[in-house]
């Protein structure tokens, strides 16, 4: 079960609640370049969200230029607030996602373990639209469960659960009986849709973009132990309509839990370096208390 959550509503709880009430009043692609534009000039500006951003390009890509970080910093919060505003517009993402083509090297891979009933881990990470790939894969068919963490903002929370459960079942939620659940359904050969990019106490440091970081192998261990197809993926912004690509890469062969986990990082981290201004970048998965942190995969 959930953690009881904090019932005092604050000043910015209040505020949310508002802007997104406004911002769902709106059709649903001005709703979403209003939120991109309050989300880089307001938010952008007004909190510390584009000197974490800023800081954290420092940390994993010190050779680029001032100019060019300086550019992701300030594009990192509209892209945040687009993919916010997109998945609490569950139908409308729903809608434009079913007509989106699957693309790359790992399809085949992906179409034969739903052929043979074999269950799958689709991994991705906070970039682009999370949510955009996992919906082109239901409108086509694909079993795809999702599991996910609920949000801090208790003024968001209620409306991200209901989007992300309305948009597509099953959804498990990142406590005891959502892991029970999850397991079952990939006994029974679900495909499971995780997120790999967010830092977590039993984290080791495997390599990210050239540098240690805190990364749970729990994700790769359940593909050996449940034999599911790891195959990383990614729903990538595009400035052309329709707004997304799909892209599927090569499946993880079974190995060994690290290898396993570097090889998604490395897929991950390929896509963070050609479109860093679309992921959130901020996760905090540096902490040096952690004791493996030092340690070389």
């Known amino acids: 079960m959930r953690q009881t959550p904090n019932q005092t509503t604050t000043l910015r709880d209040r505020i949310t609640l508002i802007a997104v009430a406004g911002l769902m009043r709106l059709p649903f692609r001005p709703r979403v370049r209003l939120a991109g534009w309050l989300g ?3 938010i952008g500006r007004l ?3 584009r000197r974490r951003v800023l800081a954290s390009v420092h940390h994993f890509l010190p050779e680029l230029p001032q100019a060019d970080a300086r550019r992701i910093a300030r594009e990192v919060p ?3 607030a687009r993919m916010i505003t997109e998945i609490l517009s569950a139908d409308e993402l729903a809608a434009l996602a079913a007509g989106l083509p699957l693309d790359g090297p790992g399809v085949t891979a992906l179409q034969k373990a739903r052929e043979t009933g074999r269950a799958a881990i689709l991994v991705s990470g906070h970039f682009g639209n999370y949510d955009a790939w ?3 894969l239901i409108a086509q068919g694909y079993n795809v469960g999702g599991y996910f963490k609920e949000l801090g903002n208790d003024a968001l929370n209620a409306h991200y659960v209901r989007a992300v459960s309305a948009s597509g079942q099953p959804m498990f939620p990142s406590t005891g009986d959502g892991r029970k659940s999850l397991v079952r359904f990939l006994r029974a050969g679900g495909m499971l849709g995780i997120l790999i ?3 977590r106490p039993n984290g080791v440091a495997v390599d990210f973009l ?3 970081t805190r990364t749970v192998l729990s994700i790769a261990e359940m593909a050996l ?3 599911a197809a790891l195959i990383p993926i990614y729903g990538i912004r595009t400035s052309s309509s329709p707004g997304f690509r799909i892209w599927i890469d090569d499946a993880i062969p ?3 839990p690290l290898t396993m986990t570097q090889a998604l990082n490395d897929s991950f981290g390929t896509q963070v370096r050609r479109h860093p201004e679309q992921w959130v970048w901020w996760h905090n998965r540096r902490k040096k208390s952690h004791p493996d942190y030092d340690a070389q995969p």
Request: charged share 30%.
């Open 40 to 42: 880089r000039v307001v």
């Open 47 to 49: 909190g510390p969200l």
């Open 78 to 80: 509209g892209n945040l």
């Open 134 to 136: 996992r919906l082109a």
């Open 197 to 199: 990019d967010l830092d």
């Open 210 to 212: 050239g540098q240690p």
């Open 225 to 227: 132990k449940y034999d």
């Open 254 to 256: 079974a190995s060994d």
